[in-house]
């Protein structure tokens, strides 16, 4: 049967192709032809070219060889090798190895590595990885769980997770409980997308990013120099008699001076005011004059405007009706008609010639407060927007008293909730916490930074003892320029805690 197919399929062959067709080709062997044998079975005469394989027996197997690693030795002394074991991780990526080595008597033991990426060559480090103790047995290795090393020799084991191991927590926190972010997942993998960057925020810095004014209201006495000194470098321009006054203010050496008539500070409109419906904060101290009967004429705090028939203000009054009340009102005309006119109350009898904090903020939801002196004096739920207006900005318009430490931030609520007011002038500069939690004691951290941080800074690094925090010795930080830290991608390294640092359990997770 074989053989009727073989016949077959050769005269089908024969049948397509002419004798013109068919010519004669010579077939070159530089071996010896073995047509009868097995394939595996032919020996090196019958190849016309073997390379990295020789004969073995019935077949043909690789030729095993040696590549060098290291071109000189790991120790003079201990240059005996009994046990050796490469380890390798791919996330992050390395490759180690490892010789367990005595001396000639095997009375001297200890433990070199090699950080050549195999099979390229280097040497091993001049320092000891680890030295066995007396009395220890032979030094042996093992794969761990999540990329690490274990050694043991009977004396001491040794868990290793290569030089970088990601970090099992990574949080960025106020230590008064304003807000506690956890980026562990974020920073635990090598993607660059804003789902995975860790945003670090200053914990008490009371000018930043969202401060859209800040008068400190400092210089000197007549001064109608205004300076803000808030991230947007507003130009701010004295109109009437507003002066700044060295013999009151709540902090610094001067506050703002208003005496009703004329009055006022400009600012340029640009998008900063441009607030629609976000969320914004507005503070400062007012120092109020001697109130007749009770009674605090209104007093323009804000006004946006398009004309004179289209603005939104924010105004402070003080009325004695059953009793001597101050208020905040909300007025957005438009078109010359009133569309909302809400009084919110910001406190009751103000003493004369005494410095109060007042702060006005509205939160997302559109809830309006009122604080006074960190108190919460009234809520309400206003929707409506501040609308995009385009005339200069008009603050303190022929308003009565000294004002001091104006700031408005635009974009977040500062307070939701009674606070402490402030005891001492705004600054630009703050701390940020962060907690980075490892389950080994470290030596060194990187950083990848994505958006470099400006502002004159430096940098803490603390281990927990077991009581404390205690700050870490031989602080290197590669993330610095000059005087500035987190400015650049780079290692944070220090003396070793391994001897030192305890495990402390914070939000559930206990690490180092």
């Known amino acids: 049967m074989r053989l009727f197919n073989a016949v077959c399929l050769l005269f089908i062959f024969c049948a397509v192709s002419s004798a013109q067709d068919m010519e004669s080709y010579a077939i070159t062997f530089n071996g010896k032809w073995e047509p009868a044998n097995d394939p595996t079975l032919i020996d090196g005469y019958g190849f016309q070219d073997i390379q990295n394989m020789r004969k073995d027996q019935q077949g043909l197997i690789g030729v095993k060889g040696h590549t060098p690693i290291n071109t000189s ?120 997308d804003s789902n995975n960057i860790a945003t670090i925020y200053s914990a008490d810095a009371e000018i930043d990013s969202n401060t859209i004014l ?89 006004k946006m405007s398009s004309g004179a028939t289209n603005y939104f203000e924010i105004s402070m009054y003080g009325e004695e009706i059953f009793g001597v009340n101050y208020y905040i009102r909300l007025l957005k005309v438009v078109d010359n008609v009133t569309v909302l006119n809400q009084s919110i109350k910001v406190g009751g009898a103000l003493a004369n010639d005494t410095w109060y904090h007042i702060a006005l903020t509205r939160e997302d939801s559109n809830t309006f407060s009122t604080y006074l002196d960190g108190t919460l004096q009234g809520s309400k739920t206003i929707s409506d927007d501040v609308l995009d207006y385009t005339d200069d900005i008009i603050l303190f318009n022929e308003f009565e008293g000294h004002v001091d430490e104006v700031r408005i931030t635009k974009g977040v609520s500062l307070y939701s909730s009674n606070f402490d007011p402030p005891t001492s002038a705004y600054k630009d500069t703050g701390k940020a916490y962060m907690y980075l939690g490892s389950q080994y004691k470290i030596y060194s951290f990187d950083i990848s930074i994505a958006s470099p941080n400006s502002l004159d800074s430096d940098m803490s690094v603390y281990y927990y003892n077991g009581t404390s925090w205690s700050s870490v010795s031989g602080l290197s930080d590669g993330t610095s320029s000059g005087v500035t830290t987190l400015y650049q991608s780079g290692t944070v390294s220090f003396d070793d805690t391994k001897d030192l640092a305890k495990k402390k359990n914070i939000n559930e997770l206990e690490l180092y």
């Open 214 to 302: 800040m008068l400190h209201m400092d210089g000197a006495d007549g001064s109608t120099t205004f300076t803000d000194s808030s991230p947007s470098g507003q130009t701010v321009t004295a109109n009437g008699d507003a002066q700044l006054d060295t013999s009151a203010y709540a902090f610094g050496t001067a506050s703002g001076l208003f005496d009703d008539t004329g009055d006022y500070l400009s600012v340029p409109d640009s998008s900063e005011w441009n607030w629609g419906t976000s969320a914004f904060t507005i503070d400062m101290q007012v120092y109020l004059p001697l109130v007749v009967l009770g009674v605090y004429p209104e007093r323009s705090i804000l």
């Open 73 to 192: 030795a790991w120790n003079s002394t201990n240059k005996y090798p009994k046990n050796a074991f490469q380890f390798k991780k791919e996330t992050p990526s390395e490759s180690h190895l490892f010789v367990y080595a005595t001396n000639s008597s095997g009375t001297s033991k200890a433990v070199y590595k090699n950080d050549t990426a195999i099979p390229d060559q280097g040497n091993f480090s001049g320092t000891v990885w680890h030295t066995g103790l007396s009395g220890s047995e032979l030094g042996r290795f093992s794969m761990g769980s999540q990329g690490t090393v274990i050694y043991t020799d009977g004396q001491e084991s040794i868990i290793w997770p290569g030089d970088e191991v990601y970090p099992l927590g990574f949080k960025v926190y106020d230590p008064l409980d304003s807000f506690n972010y956890d980026f562990t997942r974020a920073v635990s993998n090598d993607l660059t």
